[in-house]
């Protein structure tokens, strides 16, 4: 659980710092893409956690991977939690700050489950009804193909599950007919 609060105060100083230096939604999309990067590569994620790698060497591949995408403030912040032994915590960190953001600005992720990508005109319909369920207008749609799906879909959004996928009907009503 200290990892948690350690990673918290880092998320924090980072949203605080990027306010002032009206940077906050350019850092916000830089966390997003280290987020998506960390989820996505194993490779990555092993190379901060390993202790075998020193920190000159991480920091050198910070700064080689990412300058020519990232903001200045990103990569200073990332070389700093590699110099104070923290590389361990990034995914958290990372994690923490996109929370922290999306909190700050009124963001709900909605996240769907889909067999197969969904029109541009429904994916709308599915905002709007997260809008109206929740009253927060912005909202942050994730699509996720997910073939063991027979159709429909699985909605996820501030702690709610909405399944409409045929799976699930079917399971009710098997239930239902005993």
Known sequence: MAFNIVSLRYAKALIELS???????????DMQEMQNLLMESYELRNFLTTPQVDDKTKSRLINKLFTAHFQELTIKFLTLLIRKGRSKLVIYIVHQFVELYREQNGIVQAIIKTAVNMPDNMKQQI???VRQATGKNRIELQEHIDKNLL???ILYYAGNCYDASVKHNLDKMKNVLG
């Open 127 to 129: 905002i709007a009804k």
């Open 151 to 153: 159709g429909g879909f």
């Open 19 to 29: 306010n002032e230096q009206h940077l906050t939604d350019a850092v916000y999309a």
